[in-house]
């Protein structure tokens, strides 16, 4: 067998392990993964690759080219696969950029009712402060799924009503 490094870049799971099985061709249950990442995200995971040796492993990264797959920092094993729930842990380096907060306010219609209305304005640091100390003494909700990734949409809204 071979173990890996899987880097994949705004590419679904199960895509991802389907385009890794064409590429090799080999089943995808020949593909040994302790656990799902994010799709929304450029991540980066350990992989087994059964009953595949290195130069053909090596050779499947001719065909992810365009993918935002890769395969890489190959090494042959012995008696040892990856199955989901392998996983000992994460470690995650999130970069924030262009973040944005919602503004609501409100305003009186001619007949008393309030009228709310929001915008997106930039966030200023004070602001994210606030959320970070927030973050540290209440912790957050950890999303799994399409609560995380988002389903069918703009990806620029997922998670904007997080905080």
Request: aromatic share 8%.
């Amino acid at each position: 067998a071979t173990f890996c490094v899987l880097r994949k870049e705004q590419v679904e799971h199960q895509a991802a392990v389907q385009h890794i099985a064409r590429a090799l061709k080999c089943n995808q249950q020949d593909i040994g993964l302790a656990g799902i990442k994010d799709m929304q995200a450029i991540t980066y995971q350990f992989c087994t690759l059964r009953s595949i040796n290195i130069q053909r492993a090596e050779r499947a990264n001719h065909a992810l080219t365009g993918k935002r797959i890769e395969l890489s920092r190959f090494e042959e094993v012995y008696d040892f696969l990856l199955n989901r729930g392998n996983l000992i842990g994460n470690r995650f380096e999130v970069v924030l950029r262009n973040l944005k907060r919602i503004e609501r306010m409100t305003s009186k219609t001619e007949n008393g009712a309030t009228v709310w209305k929001e915008r997106t304005i930039p966030c200023v640091a004070s602001h994210l402060d606030a959320m970070v100390k927030r973050v540290r003494e209440f912790g957050f909700v950890n999303f799994y799924g399409e609560q995380r990734v988002g389903d069918a949409g703009h990806s620029s809204r997922v998670g904007v009503r997080s905080y």
